[in-house]
């Protein structure tokens, strides 16, 4: 049986059967539909009716589910219990349900579930029992044990996925402007209809590609059509395997079931077919006109030279191409249409090209490829599309689509257009993300940032949110740039029903409340969402002192009476502030019997309890990414790019928070919704440290922020805005100063402050943002270009009215005062965010390490000395902690440049040391040239420092005054050795000439610099080479390339791949590049290790690097060769090994391999003991260097044996730890006449040896022969 249908009945209490279909889908192919009454049909005859009935057949078809027990005794028990759940679950006495729920709680006691240790179908008819009876959930509290399980089984998936596909209640139509208009497609019927979604597997499928696919559902669905899912992959050169997984899970994630599946390249040989075809039609011919002179021809209308040759040449031609040899190279195949049309792609368009790459399907089996624009009109008709969705960019190709189809005799497919989805602030083309990507501007291709289906999904979008908004748009041909909010908007609508509400406080402000006449219970359970009281529940926590965010306590006068959220009124008795009028503390005094809730002030808090203990948060806020709401075309997205678009807040959120999962969304409240990014992990038992919740903010498409901070009469007398929505709290990044990071950090989100300074800011802004609409519309510029600088500005405005009330129409004045408290916040506000040269900048710590300063059970219980972050969890963080904790490097005041210390360049040394012996065995000689370069030198070769020009950092000023001429600090040495190289070089006896350079080079591009990976000063050496022959040079090339592999496989122990680069990747200025590449498990990416360049005669030509040829006597240009190995080999070594107990070195380049620490030097031992044994380690540290191991021994008194071994294994944590017994007779003379026999440990912390022997302890230690190999 392949796919089992299975009918739901919405009357019919379907529950059971919902989670148990969740359940066996790995084990069970099945598909769920509604209908009258819930059964399976099994054949044409047989059928299982009933929801008991079915919810045993489906865990029968799937016994490893273990959904019916593995013995016929738990069998035998989990039909007692589905025969309980219908007769003792379904009555409504009050004896009934006592009983029922004192059956439950009997049996939980014994064991997890009710029939064993796992979920079985007893636990899931049970459960939905009482979920749909409102007398036993009333009951259920009464029964600890009972409640636990409930509430175990609510939160595992299956029974969520139940649930959430409960038919909801019946609801209104929805509102027209919620559906968009779908046009009727041409000759679309009922059971004929076939779409087909056709992406490229050369990158992430972003929203634009999400509305194509649900688009594409859409009409399948509504015709009961077919969806075919095509990979485009006619270009070898882009198309990747990877992408076509991650395509294909992105589908997943959207919910989108297709019905075929194909490739492009399934269909090559019928499209070669049909190109021969055309041929011989005289319809296409073979041109090997260059490519910059036939974009000119195609210009200017002008026919190719090729196109009236005769068919013999054309397939003579196309043989050749097809064979990919050096004549068909320089050809490609062109449609005989109209050169002189108005329609640019009619004028014979390409239609087949020569590449060489391998083909990740078909490898190298051809030569020559067809164009998108071909074989996509090809693979419709023949696959049998019907109807072609494409965006209306393609408009000008359609003529040419069915241009083709006739000439070839093939069916047309109808062609419906629809809108392309543009989005402010946001670019859509692969190539700009990858940029992103590549720059390290985002965290990767699912960054909250990204337009990808990742990225917002990530961000917390849901497929439902994403669907109602794709249908909503319909099938629109207008071309408008939407905001993100509408989007999000419709999210809210889908998340707001089922997003449990929890509380949480900013940890920076918060403020201690003392509660006066707490004397009730310590808990009690409430509705996880107030909206559904009889859903899941939550404990709240109370105890006599409670936190509350410092934005709500500056809003507190004494005598006024304040809500506390899920408790009740209290009246405020006393406000406690410091020096600068910060609020410290707060007296209330509770008032149970007051239940008057108006106008007063609600206030969310957290209550400070040891058997609930607060657990750590950081919200993480991502604005756009893009600065300017709409990129003109002549704009560069580069320089709009927002460099503060995230923000981090730690905070303190309630214990169930703890027991968030990736993927769940809930709502603090007052601040809006988030999406559980990463889950709550206690401390470690090596750290001390709790990994706390990473949630990150979902927007809810609200213009308006959400209130989070005093009562509403309160909320323009308060200066403080740190409770803004989701969507807005998206305040100024600060950078770190003194944490090294990957990433920005910010201390709060704000909008605006209103501090004078901020609104006068503000002020400024509305100014320039008006200047910037009245030139809009003086230049003519596109109606939603204007529209979204209008909403800007109005926007502005609205926040400085909401800040100081001041209307501005059209500038003018009419501000309001405010109170002289919220003055004096506003005050202290602004001196945060801006501070005075005698402030005190705060030190900011890693993600996730709690200040041991300030945090006494941080100083008791943790050390710190460890990593505080997993490897898997979050790589970035990761990696700036192991190389700042391993003692790799030492942060520098200057951004990107950073401080080598000993040990990692103990590891350059080494392989400085290796490389160089062996490239001297090659005949290459080192040398030195300057570190300045001159401008005219730098700009002598402008094709190869163009690939350079952003990054090259000038020196403009001698003291004070100003240089003649900048002069560039070298960014790669060609055009500062070059010259010289023409003086030496005059004979062919000069040659080869073979220099290589060890030396630092300067490249300021940089926004988001990472220690050894992407620096903007770093050490390198840099091979340059002059030879007679290109065969000689090129042999180089590959000996070169061969060193480096073995500079990171024998050295480094990490395995690399060498290969050539692109024509697009290859060196600005080279013949061709070869490369190592690695690969970084941690991240998923690969990461160019080394190259090794032939430059050809490119830069001989340019330098006039010429000698006179022996034989002929003629002046001939040098060949030339550079290659180039960097510090990042450090950087690469550390991701590859390393491992969550810190760095992992590989022996042969460890600065240290065996490191001897002395055990038991107790206060008990005797002076004579402890000289003996230090004498002893001293030896044995001299007996291993005498072996050749570089060693030392950790002899320092200040620190603890324990505290050493983890010192040591975060610096190198490959070490094996062992020990050797050293005997009393050596290590204490007189053993008999004190404490007897004593016998004290070495603890070895070993990089390189696998096992010592125990042996005697005498002046010198014995080593197996085969002790360490170098």
Sequence with gaps: MDLIKVSVGKGSQPLAVLITTAFVRDHVATTVEWASSTAIQVDSDVSVSGNVSVIRFLARLAPASGLYGYTPLQASKIDEWLEFSIISCGSQSQAAVGSALDAVNTAISQKAFLAGNSVSLADIAVWS?????????????????????????????????????????????????????????????????????????????????????????????????????????????????????????????????YDLFSRTSDHFDYILECAEGIIKKRLAYVDDTPQEQMQKEREQR???????????????????????????????????IDYASDNGCLRDPTLFRCKLEPHVQTGTKYKAYPTYDF??????????????????????????????????????????????????????????????VEEGLVDGWDDPRFPTVRGVMRKGMTVEGLRQFIIAQGSSKANVTMEWDKIWAFNRKVIDPIAARYSAVVKERSVEVNVKGFAGKEFKHVPKHPKFPEGDQKEVWYSAVILVDGDDAVTFSEGETVTFMHWGNAVVERVVSNDDGVVTAVDVQLKPDDTNYKNTTKVTWLAKLEKAPLIPITCAYYDDIISKPVLAKEDNFKDYINQNSKAVVDMYGESLLGSLKKGDIVQLQRKG??????????????????????????????????????????????????????????????????????????????LVGAGAADVGVLRARITE???????????????????????????????????????????????????????????????????????????????????????????????????????????????SQVIKKSEMIEYYDV?????????????WDIIKNFFDGEIKKLGVENTYFPIFVSKSALEREKTHIEDFAPEVAWVTRSGQSELAEPIAIRPTSETVMYPTYAKWIQSHRDLPLQLNQWNNVVRWEFKQPQPFIRTREFLWQEGHTAFATRQEAVDEVHQILELYRRVYEELLAVPVICGKKTEKEKFAGADFTTTIEGYIPGSGRGIQAATSHHLGQNFSRMFDIGFEHPITGEREFVHQNSWGLTTRTIGVLTMVHGDDQGLVLPPRVACLQVVVVPCGLTVKLSDKDREDLLAHCRDFVVSLKDADIRCKADLRDNYSPGWKFNHWELKASSCENGSISLPSTACHPHAGTHTGLIKEQVYLSMGTINSVASTSCTSRYTFPTKLYEK
Aim: charged share 30%; hydrophobic share 35%; net charge positive.
């Design 895 to 907: 951004s990107g440049c950073y401080i080598l210390r000993p040990w990692s360049y103990s590891i």
């Design 375 to 436: 074989a996509c009109p090809i693979v419709d008709s023949i696959e049998g599309v019907t109807h072609a969705l494409r965006t209306m960019e393609y408009h000008d190709r359609d003529e040419q689509y069915y241009w083709l189809l006739d000439a070839m005799g093939l069916r047309k497919p109808h062609i419906w257009e629809y809108s392309r989805l543009n989005l402010q602030h946001t670019v859509l083309s692969k190539r700009k993300l990858t940029w992103f």
């Design 769 to 879: 943002c008006g200047d910037r609409v009245r030139e809009l519309k003086t230049s003519g510029a596109a109606k939603e270009v204007v529209d979204a600088e209008v909403k800007v500005l109005l926007e502005l405005k609205k926040q400085l009215k909401d800040l100081t009330g001041e209307d501005l129409a059209s500038g003018g004045s009419g501000k309001k005062k405010g109170k002289a408290k919220a003055d004096k916040q506003a005050e202290q506000t602004n001196q945060k965010k801006h501070p005075t040269k005698d402030s005190k900048p705060s030190a900011t710590l890693f993600k996730g390490e709690v200040d041991v300063s300030k945090d006494g059970d941080a100083k008791k219980h943790g050390t710190r000395l460890g990593l505080e972050v997993k490897k898997s969890e979050n790589f970035s963080e990761w990696y």
């Design 129 to 257: 029992a009482i979920r749909v009876n409102d007398d036993l959930m009333k009951a259920l509290d009464a029964y600890p044990k009972a409640s636990v399980w409930y509430r175990q089984c609510s939160k595992l998936e299956a029974f969520v996925e139940g649930v959430s596909n409960l038919p909801v209640q019946e609801e209104p139509a929805a509102k027209a402007e919620d559906q968009g208009k779908f046009v009727e497609l041409q000759g679309a019927s009922d059971g004929n209809v076939v779409v087909r979604f056709p992406p490229e597997a050369s990158g992430y499928l972003h929203i634009g590609h999400a509305k194509a696919a649900l688009l594409n559902q859409y009409y399948q669905q509504k015709f009961s059509g077919k969806l075919i899912m095509r990979f485009d992959d006619t270009n070898p050169v882009k198309e990747k395997a990877d992408f076509e997984e991650v395509i294909l899970d992105d589908l997943k994630m959207l919910k989108v079931d």
């Design 302 to 336: 002008i026919p190719s030279r090729n196109r009236e040759n005769t068919v013999e040449k054309n397939l003579q031609l196309w043989e050749d191409m097809k064979a990919g040899n050096e004549t068909g190279l320089q050809c490609c195949l062109r449609a005989k």
């Design 673 to 750: 919704f988030f999406i559980c990014d990463q889950p709550y992990a206690p401390a470690s038992i090596h750290t001390s440290v709790e990994a706390p919740c990473v949630l990150i903010a979902v927007p809810d498409g609200r213009s308006k922020a959400l209130l989070t901070s005093g009562s509403k009469a309160k909320r323009s007398e308060a200066s403080v805005t740190s409770g803004e929505s989701a969507d807005s709290q998206r305040g100024s990044s600060k950078k770190a100063k003194q944490a090294p990071k990957l990433e920005t950090i910010a201390a709060e989100p704000t």
